[in-house]
């Protein structure tokens, strides 16, 4: 019985397996997540900032490792900064990335940039006060 339900769960993993998409992309980041999380890294930023931000966040295609997305000043941020964080998911979602910071995945703040640099990313553009990397 034991061997029959092991074999059971096996043919059942196969056939979810099989299912999945072989390509190894991720599921797409969902518009309400993305805009929190652009809120949550750019709350107090340019609309420059926040088009940088939200095409790092589209370029790398994972909310992973970007604190925004949890940040509780998301909660309370007006309906202004809510549209000009839609604003610039679309733009990212669309190709309309600014041109100088095309390709970055990673963004950090002036006390990211020590980490930066020791793991060998590359410093591309600061705008107001996020630095953008490749």
Not at 12 to 26: D, E, H, I, N
Not at 58 to 78: C, E, F, K, Q, W
Not at 99 to 107: L, N, P, Q
Request: charged share 20%.
């Amino acid at each position: 019985m034991k061997r029959a339900w092991l074999l059971s769960a096996l043919v059942v993993q196969a056939l979810a397996c099989s299912a999945a998409p072989t390509s190894g992309l991720r599921p797409p980041i969902s518009d309400r997540d993305a805009v929190r999380a652009i809120i949550g890294e750019g709350a107090n930023q340019s609309d420059d900032a926040l088009a940088g931000i939200a095409s790092a966040i589209h370029n790398r295609g994972t909310l992973h490792g970007v604190y925004g997305l949890a940040n509780p000043i998301v909660d309370t941020a007006s309906d202004a900064l809510w549209a000009r964080a839609r604003r610039a998911w679309n733009l990212a979602k669309t190709g309309g990335d600014p041109e100088d910071i095309r390709g970055c995945k990673f963004f950090g703040c002036p006390s990211d940039v020590p980490w930066f640099h020791k793991h060998g990313f590359t410093a591309v553009k600061t705008i107001g006060e996020i630095t953008f990397y490749k």
